[in-house]
């Protein structure tokens, strides 16, 4: 664990990314990885019935940034794959966003064009200038009625708090659609790896300069490690100072169970993602991948979410008071030397994956102008 220029901790995008590009700088980069496996939580594996399953819900790749597009054109072969979810709501079955079907078929409207549709919206949202929580932001968008019905159960279901507990910025990520657009993602890029994405990370972290411990705890052998260059960390950002006796209030994460069933059928739904933002039940989706790149078998799996607060720590709760929080880890962070907080947990910030890989690219590139800087002595940029 000695002799390397680079240590990470994580093997997820943030880690992969940072690992690659040092590596192909000629760094020696070594990976700490607490998993048995690389990839974060985009693995990927064959399951029992020969389906490409994702182990921590499904990731959907989507992207307008260019650069991201080209990056992990590197490492892939992509198919199209335009995303779509639907949920059962008032036992119908609804697309999700909301757009013209929706509203049609909830409320037996006959609403044909995106005009009619901006008139139904405005007719029936309760307009705030400013929204302060989430339940404000949506109330915004679409009014009381859909926010009942789509809204507000979904997330106390998903974060354990109502949308008028979450910062605004939760629920204003969610589009509504004034057309029949169908698709849950509108950007220009929007595809899945070939082969699946541990297959991706496994080319991404392929450079004999990356070395990778799997099963390995940072906090348990990080007085092993010899001197390095940069040390990178994508954990949770409370973690990192647990042992710091003047930060002893932990951020709240939302962690999801995983449930899985084989059935002895062809398929089990219509679409691989089925939300059910009712009371009705206590998951918040069923996902069957088999959907996913057309897969071919005589079985399927469908996997249901639960989310829940203990666990793997997945998302972020963004409200004031963890922000307060944060800003106090934050504070010790900044105070560090050559130690990098990167990613999700680190950040304690929702990122989508093309984001995640910005965010560790913009890093690598920050870095390496201020290292240059330095080494040139020119000013600062």
Excluded at 53 to 73: I, Q, R
Aim: glycine content about 4%; hydrophobic content about 35%; overall charge negative.
């Amino acid at each position: 664990m000695k002799n390397f220029n680079i240590v990470i901790i994580g093997a997820g995008i943030s880690g992969s990314v940072l690992a690659e590009r040092y590596a192909a700088m000629g760094k020696k980069v070594l990976i700490i990885e607490k998993r048995d496996h690389i990839a974060g939580n985009c693995f990927d594996f064959y399951d029992d019935n020969g389906i490409l399953t994702s182990k921590y819900g499904a990731h959907l790749f989507h992207t307008n940034d260019e650069g991201v597009w080209d990056y992990v054109n590197q490492f892939a072969d992509w198919y199209p794959w335009s995303h779509r979810v639907i949920a059962r709501v008032d036992d119908k079955t609804v697309p999700i966003p909301v757009n013209i079907t929706t509203v049609n078929t909830l409320f037996r409207t006959n609403i044909k064009t995106e005009t009619e549709m901006q008139d139904w919206l405005e007719k029936n949202r309760i307009p705030f200038d400013q929204p302060q929580n989430g339940e404000e932001a949506v109330l915004n968008k679409v009014g009381e009625v859909l926010y009942n019905k789509m809204f507000k159960h979904y997330t106390k279901k998903q974060w354990d708090k109502y949308p008028a507990e979450l910062h605004a910025s939760v629920l204003e990520r969610i589009p509504v659609r004034d057309n029949y657009d169908d698709r849950y993602f509108s950007d220009t890029y929007q595809a899945l790896p070939k082969g699946g994405y541990t297959k991706m990370f496994e080319n991404i972290l392929a450079n004999p300069n990356i070395i990778i411990l799997l099963n390995t705890d940072y906090f348990e052998v990080q007085d092993q490690l010899g001197e390095y260059e940069k040390l990178f960390y994508t954990g949770p950002i409370d973690r990192f100072f647990q042992f710091n006796e003047n930060l002893k209030e932990k951020l709240e994460y939302r962690s999801i169970n995983f449930v899985t069933e084989q059935l002895d059928q062809e398929y089990f739904q219509e679409n691989s993602v089925v939300n059910y933002p009712g009371e009705e039940v206590d998951f918040t989706r069923i996902v069957e991948y088999k959907h996913f790149g057309n897969q071919q078998s005589e079985k399927t799996s469908i996997v249901k979410e639960y989310t829940v607060d203990e666990g793997e720590p997945y998302y972020p709760v963004p409200n004031d008071k963890n922000q307060e929080i944060y800003a106090q880890y934050k504070a010790e962070a900044d105070k560090l030397t050559d130690v990098y907080f990167v990613g999700r947990l680190a950040n304690y910030k929702y990122f989508n994956m093309d984001q995640a890989f910005r965010n560790a690219l913009d890093l690598f590139f920050d870095l390496e102008r201020k290292d240059n800087v330095k080494v040139s002595g020119a000013e600062s940029i």
